[in-house]
């Protein structure tokens, strides 16, 4: 695959995702969540789709679900904060860490490599209506290009060492790309100890809205320190998209996630 057809891929998956030219979209009152069904024809699953995330997550069915195979190896990391993408479509406000590992994510027999993760302040789903201060998005991608996302809560506690490195030197402006040479991750390491996992079918976040996308989140979160958020909600802040409807959609919780 060309260099200019991965990096589309990337920003085609999670809440980065292709904007048709001249088309803006955000959090603003003018081009938020409400409004995004109706600015580009190609986003109408926005407004008409039944099968949306973000979701609360209450009401689970407990459910023992077929055994996930998790495989993080490290990766040299790139980030960027990505607001405008190659077309120069403003996509709205996070930090992109693109991972260019292989097969990391496996459901069944069917891999899907970890494209990007990035993160949404506050946490876009809930519990019992509640939100958490951030939440990082996991985007995986299988070969024949079905979406797969893990979502991992984040509080206040501990200085989060597995992101020190990266969130001590953040873009400092929009467009900015970081390029880390020698910083490697062990994505490992950014997920809980306890594997327990909420899982529906969703979709993207935010345009196109695209749906049946496989979503597992964990009920467990990590921590990163009062700093680290703070530095994080100066970049990034209120991209939340509002809570959508669970329809007749099936929500299960498996409290017996491989480790």
């Not at 495989?71 to 406000?93: C, R, W």
């Not at 985007?139 to 989060?160: P, T």
Request: glycine share 6%; charged share 25%; proline share 5%.
């Amino acid at each position: 695959m060309k260099k200019s057809m991965i990096i589309a891929t990337l920003l085609a998956v999670g809440s980065l995702v292709y904007a048709g030219q001249d088309v803006h979209w955000g959090y603003e009152p003018d081009n938020g969540p409400a409004s995004w069904g109706k600015l580009n024809k190609d986003w109408r699953m926005c407004a008409e789709g039944d099968q949306q995330s973000p979701i609360d997550l209450t009401g689970a069915q407990q459910k023992n679900m077929d055994m996930l195979k998790l495989e993080f190896p490290t990766a040299n990391l790139k980030i960027i904060h990505q607001t405008h993408v190659v077309d120069a479509i403003d996509n709205g406000h996070t930090i992109q860490i693109n991972y260019d590992g292989g097969e990391t994510f496996k459901i069944g027999n069917e891999n899907y490599a970890l494209r990007q993760y990035h993160f949404h302040s506050p946490s876009e789903h809930t519990v019992k209506g509640r939100h958490y201060p951030m939440e990082m998005h996991l985007v995986h991608l299988s070969k024949d290009k079905k979406i797969a996302v893990i979502g991992v809560f984040i509080i206040e506690g501990r200085r989060n060492e597995a992101l020190h490195k990266i969130w001590s030197n953040l873009p400092k402006k929009k467009g900015q790309e970081v390029h880390h040479e020698n910083v490697q991750v062990d994505i490992d390491r950014l997920l809980p100890q306890n594997r327990a996992t909420y899982r529906y079918s969703g979709s993207l976040t935010t345009p196109p809205c695209s749906q049946a996308v496989r979503w597992f989140v964990y009920a467990e979160p990590i921590e990163m320190s009062r700093e680290q958020i703070e530095a994080g909600r100066k970049i990034f802040h209120g991209n939340n998209r509002p809570i959508q409807p669970l329809n007749n959609r099936t929500l299960l919780y498996d409290a017996d996630f491989e480790k």
